[in-house]
């Protein structure tokens, strides 16, 4: 029982996980089929389980997403980068402005 109860807390710890919440602004135009595959193309990558895209006026907007993190404490585990929202963001045409962590 004690084995079984030693194992259960060596896997809850060494597998927590945690979120955190960004935005990234942006200038550019978008139409309504741009913002449906800008939000998808963000959502593939690495460790983000959710984007929303939200356009400010005519020619600026924002972008929400979160990412999820599993710690596993690896050395060699892949991170998101928020470098690659921006390369998604310059290939659209669309300049990238502030990019923040929401609380």
């Known amino acids: 029982m004690k084995l079984i109860l030693l194992i259960l807390c060596c896997f809850v710890t060494t597998f927590t996980s945690f979120s955190q919440k960004f935005a990234y602004s942006f200038e550019g135009v978008l139409n309504s089929t741009q913002i449906q595959e800008l939000e998808s193309e963000i959502s ?5 389980t959710s984007c929303k895209i939200k356009m400010k006026d005519t020619s600026k907007g924002e972008v929400f997403f979160e990412i999820k ?19 998604i963001l310059l290939e659209k045409s669309l300049m990238p402005l502030n990019f923040i962590e929401l609380k």
């Open 44 to 48: 593939n990558l690495k460790n983000v």
């Open 69 to 87: 993190y599993l710690e596993l404490r690896a050395e060699s585990q892949e991170q998101f980068s928020p470098v690659d929202v921006k390369r």
